[in-house]
């Protein structure tokens, strides 16, 4: 397990501008998919415009359906154009990487490769070399695997990256170790 199990890791907030009513359906989508109903959240963004249906926010959302609803292959098309339209953000590099480690024919190699690609874009995010720490002891790269928690470590704490790390399964390498980690 990742960071962001369930879906997208940052929950997008409505764009200034958009009309009333179309905030407030993005926001009950939202509300939808903390509920884990992604079904009903798909049924709320249907109602929204075209224009409004292609805001990043609105399809941050759209992935997070798609990843509730374990359908990867289009989370990953969908992150990939995000990546695309909008290379500056973190989250949407943070998702591609997810989806690709879950789409057949993909694999946590892949995975590992985009988020490379990614992690000196966004200096200060302390997710993407967790990330790769994950990736790498799934890939029995545990020496790679503790540079990358360094990284991370040294991007937000030890203590919080520990803690999370010591919960997360993609670890279990080197969990034995997480104890002394930066104590």
Partial sequence: MTIHEDTSPYPPEPKPGIETSDVFTLRSAMGWLELGMPAEARKELQTLTPEVAQLPE?????????????????????????????PDNAANWINWAYALRRTEGCGI?????????????????????????CYC???????????????????????????????????????????????
């Avoid at 759209?62 to 695309?84: F, G, H, P, T, Y």
């Fill in 58 to 86: 609105v399809r941050g959302v759209q992935w997070s359906i798609l990843a509730q609803e374990k359908n990867w292959a289009e989370a990953e098309e969908l992150a990939r154009d995000q990546v695309s339209d909008q």
């Fill in 109 to 133: 190699r892949m995975a590992y490769d985009t988020l490379r690609e990614a992690v000196d874009r966004f200096p200060k995010e302390s997710t993407i070399p967790y990330n790769l720490a």
């Fill in 137 to 183: 002891c799934r890939m029995e790269e545990v020496e790679e695997a503790w540079r990358w928690l360094d990284i991370a470590a040294g991007r937000s704490d030890h203590k919080t990256i520990r803690r999370m790390a010591l919960r997360d399964d993609d670890l279990n390498a080197i969990h034995d170790q997480l104890t002394d980690w930066g104590a």
